[in-house]
């Protein structure tokens, strides 16, 4: 028997790890990677709380998030490849056109 | 300890020891595989909690879907681990960001600290009879997804088409654009293609 506030615990961690992913990561694809941790850490949470109540609605929004994961991968990977043709780097702090 | 916190902890062990070393690797390859390391571990918390449904779909579109897709941008890209990044940025930049960080892991050790002292519900699958436990069965996602979800769940389709149409559009080479320096022009449909197919 494991209370709610275990699993609420390591989904804290993993979202606590993915922030100081994004934040010091200089990789650009090892920070969509650390976006995509962010995510999954809410999706268990989401979960813990769902199973806590009861409710099964928690696991349908579970779903969604997924999808627009997803989407936001293939999007955002798409991104990275237009921009690494033209700039041939995947360092963030290249990209720098719109900085003043 | 029962079987039931044996599980949990191994698991959760698991899953932040994959998420820690995801984000000090330098390889972008062993990195995506700590993070698969990491996310089977968090179906299994998935499964612990009832949602055997859930779980299983992290694992497939997750690790089976997702991470493959970085796999094939880490490919097309050629990158191997020893790339410039930003070692020589100005120092105020590197303490802006780990000093931003600490502060996100102060924070975070309140909120365990926090977690430890709550009385909360107690969950956990291992104690119910098998069968009588429908919360995470197929049946119960379903009947709340097609009823009461329905709309959003067909905004979902079209979102995954805008996001497909979006990923081939936004890949795609110019016709005209002259290449950069370096590149030739072969490359830009098996790019496209690529993308289409995984994301299918």
């Not at chain 1, 979960?47 to 627009?68: H, P, W």
């Amino acid at each position: 028997m494991i209370p709610v506030s275990a699993f609420l615990i390591v989904a804290a961690v993993l979202f606590g790890i993915g922030t100081v992913g994004v934040l010091t990561s200089r990789n650009m694809i090892i920070l969509f990677m650390s976006i995509e941790l962010m995510l999954n850490a809410a999706n268990l949470a989401l979960i813990a709380f769902s199973r806590a109540v009861g409710v099964v609605d928690g696991q349908a929004f579970v779903f969604l998030v997924l999808t627009v994961a997803a989407a936001e991968a293939a999007v955002g990977l798409a991104m990275v490849l237009t921009v690494f043709r033209n700039r041939e780097t995947i360092n963030i702090d290249r990209y720098n056109l719109l900085k003043w | 300890m029962t079987l039931d916190q044996i599980i949990f902890f191994v698991s959760a062990v698991v899953a932040v020891f994959g998420a820690t070393m995801m984000i000090v690797q330098r390889n972008p390859v062993a990195s995506v595989l700590y993070l698969i390391v990491s996310l089977v571990a968090q179906a299994v918390l998935y499964m612990q909690l009832g949602t055997v449904f859930m779980g299983a779909i992290l694992v497939v579109v997750y690790a089976g879907a997702i991470l493959v897709l970085f796999l094939f941008v880490i490919m097309l890209l050629n990158l191997r681990g020893n790339e410039d990044l930003g070692e020589n940025s100005p120092p105020l930049k590197r303490i802006t960001k780990y000093l931003v960080s600490i502060l996100f892991v102060v924070e975070l050790v309140f909120v365990i600290r926090s977690g430890f002292k709550a009385q909360t519900a107690v969950v956990g699958v291992m104690n119910s009879t098998p069968g009588t436990d429908q919360f995470g069965s197929i049946e119960s996602v379903a009947t709340v997804l097609f009823t009461r979800y329905l709309y959003p769940f067909e905004l979902t389709a079209v979102l995954l088409l805008a996001a497909v149409v979006g990923a081939v559009a936004i890949a795609k080479r110019d016709r005209g654009a002259v290449p950069p320096a370096g590149e030739s022009g072969a490359g830009n449909a098996p790019d496209a293609s690529t993308k289409a197919k995984v994301e299918g």
